[in-house]
C-alpha cells in the first residue's frame, strides 16, 4: 500500500493569512495526487487533481504543488470559508489511499 | 448535472452483513474511463477509501478489508452495490459513494449515509 501522511495534523491562523500544508506519499507518485476541503457535515469537496490543477469553481488562492512524494497545499490568503479540514489522496495506485487530514482553525 | 445518493441500513448488529446502495445520474458506467467508490469516515476521524469499480467491471478494494468487502454494478439501474461481511462496532461510519472521474479523483460525492453497529 502507498502510505499518504500529512502535516500538520491541526493549525490555527487568521483570516487573511498564507497557509500550507504538507503531504507526503511513502513512495513516488508522480503527480497523482488530489486535495480535498470537508466542512462539518458534509462531503468532502475536490480542490485539486493532478497535484497542481485547479478543479472548475475552487478560487484561485487555492493552489497546489509538488510531485514524486512531497506535494502541498496553499491557501494564499484564508478566508472564513476556508476553515474546514484538508485531506491529501493518491491515485497512483489503483488502492487509493487518503492522508490523515489538516484541521485549519480560526486563531 | 451528476449526483450520488447512499442508501442503506442505519443500523445493523455486530456480526451482520451491512449492504449500502449507491444510486447515481448524470453518467453512465458503462462509459468508459467511469468509476464509482466507496469511502467510509468514522465519526471524528479520517476518510479512508473502502473499494472502486470501473466501467469494465474491474474491481479494487483495500488491502486491510478485502476479505470483507464485495462491490458490484448494475448499469441499467444507475446503482453500484457494496457488501460488508461481519460488521463490527469500529465499522460505525458515514459511507459515501463517488464518482471517480477521467483525472483519477473523486469529483462528485453523495451525502453520505451514517451506519451504527450496535447490539
Known amino acids: 500500500d502507498i502510505q499518504m501522511t500529512q502535516s500538520p495534523s491541526s493549525l490555527s491562523a487568521s483570516v487573511g493569512n498564507r497557509v500550507t500544508i504538507t503531504c507526503r506519499a511513502s513512495?513516488?507518485?508522480?503527480?497523482?495526487l488530489n486535495w480535498y476541503q470537508q466542512k462539518p457535515g458534509k462531503a468532502p469537496k475536490l480542490l485539486i487533481y493532478a497535484a497542481s490543477s485547479l478543479q472548475s469553481g475552487v478560487p484561485s488562492r487555492f493552489s497546489g504543488g509538488g510531485s514524486g512524494t512531497a506535494f502541498t497545499l496553499t491557501i494564499s490568503s484564508l478566508q472564513p470559508e476556508d476553515f474546514a479540514t484538508y485531506y491529501c489522496?493518491?491515485?497512483?495506485?489503483?488502492?487509493?489511499?487518503f492522508g490523515g487530514g489538516t484541521k485549519v482553525e480560526i486563531k | 448535472q451528476i449526483t450520488l445518493k447512499e442508501s442503506g441500513p442505519t443500523l445493523v448488529k455486530p456480526t451482520q452483513t451491512l449492504t449500502l446502495t449507491c444510486t447515481f445520474s448524470g453518467f453512465s458506467l458503462s462509459t468508459s474511463g467511469v468509476g464509482v467508490g466507496w469511502i467510509r469516515q468514522p465519526p471524528g476521524k479520517a476518510l479512508e477509501w473502502l473499494a472502486l469499480i470501473y466501467w469494465n467491471d474491474d474491481k479494487r478494494y483495500s488491502p486491510s478489508l478485502k476479505s470483507r468487502l464485495t462491490i458490484t454494478k448494475d448499469t441499467s439501474k444507475n446503482q453500484v452495490v457494496l457488501t460488508m461481511t461481519n460488521m463490527d462496532p469500529v465499522d460505525t461510519a458515514t459511507y459515501y459513494c463517488?464518482?471517480?472521474?477521467?483525472?483519477?479523483?473523486?469529483?462528485?460525492w453523495g451525502q453520505g449515509t451514517l451506519v451504527t453497529v450496535s447490539s
Open positions: 463517488a464518482h471517480r472521474g477521467y483525472n483519477w479523483n473523486f469529483d462528485y
Open positions: 513512495q513516488s507518485i508522480n503527480i497523482y
Open positions: 489522496q493518491q491515485s497512483y495506485s489503483t488502492l487509493y489511499t
